[in-house]
């Protein structure tokens, strides 16, 4: 697929500590994104890069911030996580043209206690 | 904004035979994308097929087809012949044009019984 390598698979932290989640591609695909999947609403996108440097909200974006200083890495941050943000989280990538669909990483399954 | 609705949040059909999945849209674009995605208990994100807006002619990917009628938006997932793989969260997903910027409904857990 897109070669997309999303790291840690599986995190466990607990309420008000920093957490990093990072996603790797070596597609040299333009658009990245980061989703949340929780039960009832499939998923649900966090933030978005359209090139390096160039990032959006998404329509959950509260409590994370995003950073992309090259085009293979995508950066999750969540400064102090909370409960609420126990999900598993997917990265995906997409390529120059509006016809491309998303390509998905494995999935990061984050719990904090 | 756009919304993504998938109606039956689990549905079962018995191997080899077919079973067809709901999706509804709500959109004022008129140019776009709609995707659906399988989930599999691996997690992993697979895609199943797609339909441009634009194209009348429905989308068919081997035993996968879709039924996608604009006016209504409306776009089912129909599975021919299904198989024991296919057991899965399956999404219904539609995309902007910009950014390529996408919108997933709940999903649709299917079971396929032996």
């Known amino acids: 697929d897109a070669g997309i390598t999303q790291s840690p698979r599986h995190k466990v932290t607990e309420t008000g500590t920093p957490v990093t989640l990072r996603c790797h591609q070596t597609?040299?695909?333009?658009?990245m994104y980061w989703y949340r999947q929780d039960p009832g609403h499939g998923l649900r996108l966090i933030h978005y890069?359209?090139?390096?440097?160039?990032?959006d909200k998404g329509e959950v974006s509260d409590g994370y911030s995003v950073s992309r200083s090259k085009t293979e890495d995508f950066l999750l941050t969540l400064e102090s996580a909370t409960s609420s943000q126990t999900s598993v989280y997917f990265c995906?990538?997409?390529?120059?043209?509006?016809?491309?669909?998303?390509?998905f990483g494995d999935g990061t399954r984050l719990s904090i206690l | 904004a756009q919304t993504v609705t998938q109606s039956q949040p689990e549905m079962s059909v018995q191997e080899a035979e077919t079973v067809t999945l709901s999706c509804t849209y709500d959109t004022s674009e008129n140019n776009y994308y709609l995707f659906w995605y399988k989930q599999p208990p691996s997690r992993q994100m697979i895609l199943v097929i797609r339909q441009e807006a634009y194209k009348q002619q429905n989308a068919t990917e081997n035993r996968f087809s879709v039924n996608f009628q604009k006016a209504a938006k409306s776009f089912s997932l129909k599975i021919s012949d299904s198989q024991l793989g296919d057991t899965a969260m399956y999404f219904c997903?539609?995309?902007?044009?910009?950014?390529?910027?996408?919108?997933f409904g709940a999903g649709t857990r299917l079971t396929v019984k032996p």
């Open positions: 597609e040299n695909h333009r658009y």
């Open positions: 997903a539609f995309m902007k044009l910009t950014y390529n910027d996408m919108r």
């Open positions: 995906a990538t997409s390529g120059q043209g509006s016809n491309q669909p998303q390509h």
């Open positions: 890069s359209y090139g390096v440097k160039d990032t």
